[in-house]
């Protein structure tokens, strides 16, 4: 998947030639010095004037000056990724994926891919629902219709014929999610949950049921310090890239 370089597009206010050639740069970083300005001017099919006006809108005196800038911050975070063998910084995905089949992440990039085109819910109560609304923002980013919905209608009914349905537990066991997720299924929804690392009833009714170490199982209103919501994230980050690489 092509790098998005919206933000730096908007900044620095760059036009769909510039835009092209700063990915074409950022995505073949190593080979650019030899290329030179020269070659990557031709091979998109412009002036060397055009490179150098890039260069300078983004605040660099020059081809080069840009070249060896971009290189350094690209440099280092390809080899913190080389030295820890892992892609994603800080995060130890050993322990992460440890209570998860690789047979269910297959399974979970199936779904989406058999399913880009239909109408995808998430559903989450209380601090579930700020982990739910990021991972509704990641799939729509991606051209997915993921509609976040705490309706029971929406799953009793299925008005808009959704396919899939992403829910979030801490314990496995609230009362609302279980009923609307029971609800999904007897409507032909797959349902896919994530959950603490206890047997529990939404897993145990899920197509998919993603567990996740829960370090304070009996804490119920998560007062205590706990990993579990920020590694569903990173969670499913994981999955996403997964899905991606599958994808290209």
Same mark, same amino acid.
């Given at each position: 998947?092509?790098?998005?370089?919206?933000?730096?597009? *908007?900044?620095?206010?760059?036009?769909?030639?510039?835009?092209?050639?700063?990915?074409?740069? &950022?995505? $073949?970083?190593?080979?650019?010095?030899?290329?030179?300005?020269?070659?990557?001017?031709?091979?998109?099919?412009?002036?060397?004037?055009?490179?150098?006006?890039?260069?300078?809108?983004?605040?660099?005196?020059?081809?080069?000056?840009?070249?060896?800038?971009?290189?350094?911050?690209?440099?280092?975070?390809?080899?913190?990724?080389?030295?820890?063998?892992?892609?994603?910084?800080?995060?130890?995905?050993?322990?992460?994926?440890?209570? &998860?089949?690789?047979?269910?992440?297959?399974?979970?990039?199936?779904?989406?891919?058999?399913?880009?085109?239909?109408?995808?819910?998430?559903?989450?109560?209380?601090? *579930?629902?700020?982990?739910?609304?990021?991972?509704?923002?990641?799939?729509v980013g991606l051209g997915f219709k993921c509609i976040y919905s705490d309706s029971y209608e929406s799953y009793d009914v299925n008005p808009i014929k959704g396919k899939i349905l992403i829910t979030i537990s801490k314990s496995g066991e609230t009362d609302f999610l279980i009923?609307?997720?029971?609800?999904?299924?007897?409507?032909?929804?797959?349902? &896919?949950?994530?959950?603490?690392?206890?047997?529990?009833?939404?897993?145990?009714?899920?197509?998919? $049921?993603?567990?996740?170490?829960?370090?304070?199982?009996?804490?119920?209103?998560?007062?205590? *310090?706990? *990993?579990?919501?920020?590694?569903?994230?990173?969670?499913?980050?994981?999955?996403?890239?997964?899905?991606?690489?599958?994808?290209?």
């Amino acid at each position: 998947m092509q790098v998005d370089i919206n933000k730096i597009v *908007s900044k620095f206010n760059l036009n769909d030639i510039e835009e092209k050639i700063l990915v074409y740069v &950022i995505e $073949n970083i190593k080979d650019i010095k030899k290329l030179g300005v020269r070659g990557l001017a031709e091979k998109h099919y412009t002036s060397t004037t055009t490179i150098m006006n890039l260069a300078k809108k983004l605040g660099y005196s020059g081809f080069l000056d840009m070249y060896y800038n971009l290189n350094f911050m690209l440099k280092n975070k390809n080899e913190y990724i080389l030295k820890s063998n892992n892609k994603y910084s800080g995060i130890d995905l050993d322990e992460l994926l440890s209570l &998860i089949s690789y047979k269910d992440v297959e399974k979970f990039i199936t779904l989406l891919k058999d399913n880009k085109n239909e109408v995808i819910y998430t559903l989450g109560q209380g601090f *579930s629902i700020g982990i739910v609304q990021y991972i509704t923002k990641k799939l729509v980013g991606l051209g997915f219709k993921c509609i976040y919905s705490d309706s029971y209608e929406s799953y009793d009914v299925n008005p808009i014929k959704g396919k899939i349905l992403i829910t979030i537990s801490k314990s496995g066991e609230t009362d609302f999610l279980i009923k609307n997720g029971i609800s999904a299924k007897n409507n032909g929804i797959k349902l &896919i949950s994530f959950t603490g690392d206890s047997e529990n009833t939404l897993g145990k009714i899920s197509d998919i $049921n993603f567990k996740i170490y829960d370090m304070h199982t009996m804490d119920d209103r998560n007062k205590l *310090s706990n *990993s579990f919501f920020p590694n569903i994230l990173m969670l499913f980050e994981f999955l996403i890239g997964e899905y991606l690489e599958k994808i290209e």
